[in-house]
C-alpha cells in the first residue's frame, strides 16, 4: 500500500499525509493495518470510529474466518525498514 494520503471520511479530505509504503503478501493484513491507520486518522480528529457509524469493514474478518489472510491484529508482525 502505497499511503501518501489517507481519508479518514467520505469525500475527498484529506486528514493526514505520510511519506510511509507498506508492503505485504497478505492482503487481508494490509487491509487490518489500513483500517488501523484510518481508526487513528478518525480519533485524531474526533470522528467516530467506522464500527460506531455502521462502516465496520466486516469483510476482513470474514476473509480471516475462510483462510484467506490474517484479520487479527494481533498476530500482524508489522517491521519498519529505514531506507
Not at 489517507?6 to 507498506?22: C, K, N, Q, V, W
Not at 480528529?45 to 460506531?52: E, F, K, N, Y
Not at 469483510?59 to 529505514?82: M, Q, W
Given at each position: 500500500?502505497?499511503?501518501?494520503?489517507?481519508?479518514?471520511?467520505p469525500g475527498?479530505?484529506?486528514?493526514?499525509?505520510?511519506?510511509?509504503?507498506?508492503?505485504?503478501?497478505?492482503?487481508?493484513?494490509?487491509?487490518?493495518?489500513?483500517?488501523?491507520?484510518?481508526?487513528?486518522?478518525?480519533?485524531?480528529?474526533?470522528?467516530?470510529?467506522?464500527?460506531?457509524?455502521?462502516?465496520?469493514?466486516?469483510?476482513?474478518?470474514?476473509?480471516?474466518?475462510?483462510?484467506?489472510?490474517?484479520?487479527d491484529k494481533?498476530?500482524?508482525?508489522?517491521?519498519?525498514?529505514?531506507l
Amino acid at each position: 500500500m502505497d499511503a501518501p494520503a489517507a481519508l479518514a471520511r467520505p469525500g475527498d479530505s484529506i486528514f493526514g499525509e505520510t511519506s510511509a509504503e507498506f508492503a505485504s503478501t497478505d492482503g487481508v493484513a494490509m487491509d487490518v493495518i489500513g483500517w488501523a491507520a484510518v481508526e487513528q486518522l478518525r480519533k485524531d480528529h474526533g470522528l467516530p470510529t467506522l464500527t460506531a457509524v455502521g462502516r465496520d469493514p466486516a469483510y476482513l474478518r470474514a476473509a480471516g474466518d475462510i483462510g484467506l489472510g490474517v484479520a487479527d491484529k494481533n498476530r500482524i508482525r508489522l517491521r519498519e525498514v529505514k531506507l
